[in-house]
């Protein structure tokens, strides 16, 4: 039996367990995780801090040395969550509809556990324990696929997380890390159909397409985020450069940033050059195309490849368009699917764009980095679905579970 068999069937037993633990027993699990975080901070920081001098050797870039990286500050904020976590509703047992039938029979659906949900991430270990939190909430057993290049930290993470479950009385099998060391395990995972009963990929677009086209396993698709801002021609210039920055420059290396901007033609010379000015005081190399880059000799030559690219660094691609309809095309040809955002001041523009853009979340007259489960109120998520089917956009609690249907009578007869 293959160590990921193995580990399958004993988070299969925990599952067991956790789907009729009480909410209190969950969130008092949550709590005391939170607090094993914290008090285990400088253990947790020296396993970082080889993993952190392990990517610098290996070249990673500043924004993936940036997602691996983890402080007391984070830390603190990845116990934070898990605390939040505990307080949001449970949503195991929620009745999502119920009836009562001509032939008196009282139906309901109600909300229950996945069972055991595979999770193969890359880079940031705090990953690590959302991914725990949100499965143990919902009361789902968690196997933890991270990356080779985070391996110490989630090793760290994943034993503290262990001794706070299991000191609470739930089995400490509720929460597992997978062998990172090479791809065997990722492979075990995919092919581990009825013993895990979902995987859900959070990663680079390689990582998502290769789990959704060789898993034998359920996947639940999370999506890059090559995500636009367009600039209409009836936009609040002001605002609208407030929302680009914010979008592209908050945080670099998250599947909300914006990657793409789009600019109407009637506002091209008012906007562009203040945008331009501001993207090189916060050092963001600008990919545009011949319009954008006639406005100043620092933008680089755009290519077809650009405008594809989710780049999770200090670039951005820039397009002037004609129309509302052509920056909507833009959008349709290159869009992931997974926010995008108009700035103007029309409602008819607004309400065009909203219905014809097709995307997990459209942000009207606000960034892209509001596409998140805590910003939502969902609390941690455990990823951005960009498919359709079961969940689309933010998967908070709710999405970590199925639903059954629960038909009670009194000795009723089919006839």
Known sequence: MSSVIEQAGRARTAAAALATASRTIKDAALAAMADALVARTAEIVEANAKDVEAGRAAGLSDAIIDRLSLDAARIAGMADGLRHMAGLPDPVGEVVRGSTLANGLELR??????????????GRPNVTADAAGICLKSGNAALLRGSGSAAHSNAAIVAVL?????????PADAVQLLDSATRDSVKELMRARGL??????RGGASLIKTVVEESTVPVIETGVGNCHVYVDRHADLEKALAITLNSKTQRLSTCNTAESLLVHADVADLFLPAVLDAFAEAGVTVHGDAHTASYDPRVVAATEEDYATEYLSADISVAVVESLDAAIAHIGRY?????EAIVTDSVVASREFVARVDAAAIMVNASTRFTDGGEFGFGAEIGISTQKLHARGPMGLPELT???????????LRG
């Open 335 to 339: 869009s992931t699917g997974h926010t």
């Open 162 to 170: 262990r001794d706070a479950v299991e000191a609470q009385g739930l």
């Open 196 to 201: 895990v009963d979902v995987l859900i990929p």
């Open 109 to 122: 659906q109600i909300r229950v556990p996945f069972g055991v949900v595979g999770i193969i991430y890359e």
């Open 402 to 412: 199925s639903t059954k249907y629960v038909v009670t009578g009194d000795a009723h």
